[in-house]
Each structure stands twice: as C-alpha cells, then as structure tokens.
C-alpha cells in the first residue's frame, strides 16, 4: 500500500514583478482575493487533502507568511471583547497546528526545481504534494484531493493538466501522453515550454504535484535548463521514463493569479460566489460594462 501523502511543500519566493510595486514589500501570495490570501486557499486545498505538515520555500517575506498561519492572541482577545465571533472564527480558520509549519530558505532564484529541492531535507523519504499558490483552483473535490486519491491507488507520481491554446505551449510544462481512462492519464514523459510546432500535446502542468521523494536525487544531480533554471519539469520527465506517472485532467475553474489579468478574473469570480456581495457588484460591473 502506498505511504500516505502528509507532507506539502510550497514554494513562495518569487519576486513578482509583474505586481510591482504592491510585491515590493508584501509577497505576492499575501495578496487578498476578496479577503483571504492566495496562499490561504491552497493551505485550505492541502489540509481538504489530508496535508498534515507545510513546508514554505522562502525567499523573503518569510514573517508575513509565519504571522498569518500563526496564532494572534492581541487579535482574538480584542474580537472577543467585541463580542465579535464571526471575525474570531475566520481569523482562527487561518491558524495552522503547533509544528505543522516550517520554513526554509531558497538563498538563489535558480527555478522550481531548485525550491523544491531547498525542501528536501524537511520532506525526507516519502511522497510529499508541491502547491504553487498563485494558480488558484476552485472545485469540488479539491484538484489536490483528486491527486491524492490517484496516487493511492496506483503508488505512482500525479501531477494536475488542463487543456491550453496550441499558441500558449510555450508557457507550461506540457504532458506527453502514454494512453487515457477518463480523466486519468498515463505519461510518458513531458517538456518544458515547448514551442506550439513542437508541443507533444496541449495538456499542461497547472501547478499542483504529488511526487515521490525519488525526485530529488534527480534534481540535486540535474543541469540547469530552460532560462538557465533547475526545471521540476526535467526531472519528472525524466522519472516518467522510469516509474509510473500519471495526471489528472482538471475540470474545475482555474485562475492564473501569477498576471494581473488572471488575479484580477480570481477577485471578480470569488466574490460574485459570495451571497452578501453579488448584487452589488453585479450591479457595478453592469454599470461599467460597455454598451453593445
């Protein structure tokens, strides 16, 4: 039976720069949509999956992320003087357990590949879900849910795909595909954004993994790759020739928070799910829409 999936690392040490100059001292993934950060909802994603133990790859902003996870007692004793309990509840829903929560430096940005390595030493001999915040996948069940139930069953590593434009290969990681069973597949291999007249397939890597600790020997021993990185994506492709790796079609909703656009479209989307704040921005956004 395979090891369980306890373990997940999160890798939030980018610089952000597209999001200057709001990046410049709060991180990126400490951005609200609506009123919870981005790196809130994949917590929430993990723990809906099982996650027991949450390993933040850093690179600067480590205290906001540790402050928000952690316990605010001034903040609870002042909502409970208040009488406030609804705020105290939402509040505590951030709060992570004693211990469940560590943090690791990336000293170097040197890629994906390299911030999931910085974690290997804290991750250790088991399988081990990587989360990357700023893709921003609302379904039920939780796309990491279906990850782990994948990998389950079948012992294998599982990554999440979902169908981009031929045009826009050249941004992912794409999927070579072995063979299909529903929303199951099978790979073969994958590439790093290729370019769309070379893209095996128009299936990409949307940021959510679960992989087994053999990844890292790869990647202690892996050159670096496209844009002078250490690319997660060679070294699992290089895995998928050797043991079995399988992906999960995506059919949730799925926002790019890492553009301005895509946050933009997440803080629109989430909000109209939201009963007390729908009409009113219905009716703001029909005010400003332009006539036919």
Same mark, same amino acid.
């Given at each position: 039976?395979?090891?369980?999936?306890?373990?997940?690392?999160?890798?939030?040490?980018?610089?952000?720069?597209?999001?200057?100059?709001?990046?410049?001292?709060?991180?990126? +993934?400490?951005? %609200?949509? +609506?009123?919870?950060?981005?790196?809130?909802?994949?917590? $929430?994603?993990?723990?809906?999956?099982?996650?027991?133990?949450?390993?933040?790859?850093?690179?600067?902003? &480590?205290?906001?992320?540790?402050?928000?996870?952690?316990?605010?007692?001034?903040?609870?004793a002042f909502l409970a003087a208040r009488g406030d309990d609804t705020a105290r509840a939402l509040a505590a829903?951030?709060?992570?357990?004693?211990?469940?929560?560590?943090?690791?430096?990336?000293?170097?940005?040197?890629?994906?590949?390299?911030?999931?390595?910085?974690?290997?030493?804290?991750?250790?001999?088991?399988?081990?879900?990587?989360?990357?915040?700023? &893709?921003?996948?609302?379904?039920? %069940?939780?796309?990491?849910?279906?990850?782990? $139930?994948?990998?389950?069953?079948?012992?294998?590593?599982?990554?999440?795909?979902?169908?981009?434009?031929?045009?826009?290969?050249?941004?992912?990681?794409?999927?070579?595909?072995?063979?299909?069973?529903?929303?199951?597949?099978?790979?073969?291999?994958?590439?790093?954004? %290729?370019?769309?007249?070379?893209?095996?397939?128009?299936?990409?890597?949307?940021?959510?993994?679960?992989?087994?600790p053999a990844v890292f020997a790869r990647l202690a021993a892996q050159p670096a790759g496209a844009g002078g990185?250490?690319?997660?994506?060679?070294?699992?492709?290089?895995?998928?020739? &050797?043991?079995? =790796?399988?992906?999960?079609?995506?059919?949730?909703?799925?926002?790019?928070?890492g553009s301005p656009a895509g946050y933009l479209q997440a803080t629109v989307a989430c909000a109209l799910e939201?009963?007390?704040?729908?009409?009113?921005?219905?009716? =703001?956004?029909?005010?400003?829409?332009?006539?036919?």
């Amino acid at each position: 039976m395979p090891q369980p999936v306890r373990k997940a690392v999160l890798p939030v040490a980018g610089m952000a720069t597209r999001f200057l100059p709001a990046s410049k001292a709060v991180p990126k +993934v400490m951005l %609200p949509v +609506v009123d919870k950060p981005l790196i809130q909802y994949a917590v $929430e994603e993990a723990r809906a999956a099982g996650i027991e133990e949450f390993i933040f790859v850093t690179g600067r902003g &480590e205290a906001a992320i540790a402050d928000h996870f952690g316990p605010d007692e001034a903040l609870d004793a002042f909502l409970a003087a208040r009488g406030d309990d609804t705020a105290r509840a939402l509040a505590a829903r951030a709060v992570l357990a004693p211990g469940a929560a560590a943090f690791t430096r990336q000293e170097e940005p040197l890629g994906l590949g390299h911030a999931v390595l910085c974690a290997r030493h804290l991750v250790g001999d088991e399988p081990f879900a990587v989360l990357l915040a700023d &893709e921003l996948l609302l379904g039920e %069940p939780p796309c990491l849910a279906e990850l782990v $139930e994948v990998h389950g069953r079948t012992g294998g590593s599982v990554v999440a795909l979902a169908e981009v434009p031929q045009a826009e290969t050249n941004r992912y990681g794409i999927a070579e595909i072995a063979a299909e069973e529903g929303r199951t597949v099978t790979l073969s291999g994958m590439v790093e954004k %290729p370019e769309p007249g070379r893209a095996p397939s128009r299936l990409a890597l949307i940021g959510r993994y679960v992989l087994q600790p053999a990844v890292f020997a790869r990647l202690a021993a892996q050159p670096a790759g496209a844009g002078g990185e250490i690319q997660l994506t060679d070294a699992m492709a290089a895995m998928a020739s &050797e043991a079995p =790796f399988y992906g999960v079609r995506f059919t949730g909703r799925r926002f790019d928070c890492g553009s301005p656009a895509g946050y933009l479209q997440a803080t629109v989307a989430c909000a109209l799910e939201r009963a007390e704040l729908r009409q009113d921005l219905l009716a =703001f956004l029909r005010g400003i829409a332009p006539s036919p």
